[in-house]
Nanobody
Framework: QVQLVESGGGLVRSGGSLSLSCLMS????????LAWYRQAPGKQRELVAA???????NYRDSVKGRFTISRDNAKSTLTLQMASLKPEDTAVYYC?????????????WGRGTQVTVSS
């Protein structure tokens, strides 16, 4: 069983920075995609940044140049560094993984971590 646990959310002022971490555990046999999503109140969940195993890292336009997604294989951790935060970045941020484990491919989600940016 694969588990994803996010941490690092909190309250920050506009223009500030936060770093989110996602600790991945379980049999991570083949990782196809790692990503961060977010969901603001009353809105649909949206992709923030993704690291496909066979492609380039990509970001939604509104966070380009401000957010950086990275992966530490040794620590089984996915990180999202966020800078120059804006009130519109306020949302619950979710870690996502598309993984093949024990011969079966599936998508996994963390429970989310709240990020609140005050103006």
């Amino acid at each position: 069983q694969v588990q994803l646990v996010e941490s690092g959310g909190g309250l920050v002022r506009s223009g500030g920075s936060l770093s989110l971490s996602c600790l991945m555990s379980g049999r991570l046999s083949i990782i196809h995609v790692l990503a961060w999503y977010r969901q603001a109140p009353g809105k649909q969940r949206e992709l923030v940044a993704a690291m496909p195993s066979d492609g380039e890292t990509n970001y939604r336009d509104s966070v380009k140049g401000r957010f950086t997604i990275s992966r530490d294989n040794a620590k089984s951790t996915l990180t999202l560094q966020m800078a120059s935060l804006k009130p519109e970045d306020t949302a619950v941020y979710y870690c996502y993984a598309d993984i093949t484990t024990l011969g079966s491919r599936a998508q996994y989600w963390g429970r989310g971590t709240q990020v609140t940016v005050s103006s």
